[in-house]
Each structure stands twice: as C-alpha cells, then as structure tokens.
C-alpha cells in the first residue's frame, strides 16, 4: 500500500491572521470638532472655562449620531478650550486656544479649520460631526464635502422648528444648512453629561414659559445692555436686525452671559428666548408691553 497517497480534500490553507481577532465592527469612522464655547452657549450656562466631563459628552454624541442617521463609530473628539482641565480622557485631544477679546471665537476658528483641512487632505475619516455655530465655517466645510467626506453639524431641539430658528439665528441656521446631516441633543441631555446634572424634572421646567420673576430680570438686562450701547452700535443694529431679524452671535452670547449671572442660574430655554426676543424689539423700538406680548405669543413653549 502507497502510504504517499494523498487526501482527495481540499488542504486547509492556514492563515497568518487570526481572523476571530478581526475587529468586529465594519463601520466608517468619525471625528468629532467640539468648541466648548459652543456647548455653553446652547446650555445656557454661558462659561466655557468651566471644567467639563468630556468623556460623557463624546458618549452622547455617539449615541445620538444613528438618530440622524449617521451610522458610524466616533474614532475621536478634538476638544478647543481656553483652560486646561488637566483630564485624562481617552480618544481625546485637548486643543488649547488663545483668549482673543477682539474676536472671541477667532482662535477656536482657525484651529477648527486647520484640523478640517487635514483630516480632508489625508482622508482621515469618513464623517466629520461640528460643535459650532460659528458660520465662517461654511467655506471650509464646503470644501470638506468636496473632498468626499461627510460633514455633520451639532445641534439642539429647536432644529425642528427651523422656521423660527431661521428668524432668531439666522447665522447659525445658515451654517446648519451647509451640512449633510444635523445631529439633535437636547439642552437637558447635553447639561446632564456637561456636568450640569439636571434631572428629569428639571428638563421639564427647562421647557416652560418664564414667570414673571425672570421676565422682569430679562428686561433688565435688556435695558442695561441697551443703555451701555453707543450711538454707533445702535445705528448698526437698527440697520441689521430688520434684514436678519437676529442679533449678531458675539451680542447674543453676551446678552445670554449676562442673563445667566442675574439669574443666577443657567437660563431656561424659555428664558433664552425671551432674552432674545426683548433685545430684538428693544433694537427695533418696540415698547416694554409690547415685547412681552409678542415674545409670549412667538416663544411659548
């Protein structure tokens, strides 16, 4: 007998490679570009020295982004802060950037930008998700779509009112508009994992009108901030706020800073858009009655 015979079946070809090691998920990458100013603002606590727990902000935006259908696994998340908060976060960079009184969101601008320019130039990812309301961002995230990527925007819930949005936020609502995709959180979720710690209970008194209380305190800062302006920030506001019925973004997180600080407390989103609204009609020359009425028509939420 030819003990050379061989098998008439098939040899098993042994792979260098393990493939139960393979990693599991076959998903796209993501990358996240978070401003802290930005997420201040749209909580409304207006501070973005605070030290923030930015490992479960990165989780929220990863659980949100499939609600937007963006189905993809959020490789990294660039933080752009003026303090160091000396955390050990992983999948995190820190990117600290100068305090510029000129031009508050310039230094966040141009670092944002510059990590846009090269994760298109090396196609480092397949989605890109923005934290940012800065509407300069328009050309650069143009030129990342063109360069294939898909590029997401961050947003809360009035997003699905877009129409008033427009109306109240023309600027970030054209910049909303620029992207492929708007991933909604809402201002109690992004409080809680901000550190903020709202319960429940408190999200739902975050959507109720203002009482009369802080009525009166957000005509007050109206009429104080009103009273500060010079004739020439006057004469431009007059002239600007008929053609984008909003306030300019550095006016508006100024008005929102200072709302916060007499309250308190961070605003309510009731509260945020009454400030808005009172310093609109208060531009436009509308009287005190007046802009209570029409801001508890347009505002109630």
């Not at 752009?80 to 050990?88: C, H, R, S």
């Not at 009184?101 to 998700?129: I, K, Q, Y």
């Not at 995709?181 to 709202?198: D, F, I, N, P, Q």
């Not at 209970?201 to 203002?210: E, K, L, N």
């Amino acid at each position: 007998m030819d003990n050379t015979t061989t098998s008439s079946r098939t040899p098993r070809m042994h792979s260098p490679f393990n493939h139960s090691q393979q990693p599991r998920h076959t998903l796209p990458t993501c990358v996240a570009l978070v401003d802290a100013r930005f997420l201040s603002w749209l909580t409304g606590t207006g501070n973005s020295k605070t030290h923030y727990n930015r490992n479960a902000v990165s989780a929220l935006l990863a659980q949100a982004m499939p609600a937007a259908g963006v189905y993809a696994q959020l490789m990294r998340t660039y933080w752009y802060a003026e303090v160091d908060d000396n955390m050990l976060v992983d999948d995190q960079c820190l990117r600290l950037v100068a305090a510029d009184n000129a031009d508050e969101s310039g230094p966040v601008l141009a670092a944002m930008m510059r990590d846009l320019d090269a994760l298109s130039a090396n196609n480092a990812c397949t989605h890109v998700l923005i934290a940012s309301d800065d509407e300069r961002l328009i050309g650069a995230i143009d030129a990342t779509r063109l360069r294939g990527l898909r590029v997401h925007l961050l947003c809360d819930e009035s997003v699905h009112q877009f129409y008033k949005l427009q109306q109240s936020d023309p600027d970030w609502s054209r910049l909303l508009r620029a992207a492929d995709r708007r991933v909604v959180v809402t201002g109690a979720e992004l409080s809680t994992a901000m550190g903020e710690g709202k319960s429940p209970a408190a999200a739902s008194v975050d959507m109720q009108q203002p009482v009369g209380d802080a009525r009166t305190t957000m005509q007050e800062v109206v009429d104080t901030w009103w009273d500060k302006s010079d004739s020439y920030e006057r004469e431009d506001l007059k002239s600007l706020v008929p053609q984008s019925r909003g306030l300019p973004q550095e006016i508006d997180r100024s008005l929102l800073a200072a709302g916060r600080d007499a309250m308190h407390r961070p605003l309510t989103t009731g509260e945020r858009h009454l400030l808005r609204q009172m310093a609109r009609d208060r531009v436009l020359g509308d009287d005190e009655q007046t802009t209570g009425g029409k801001a508890e028509a347009d505002y109630a939420v």
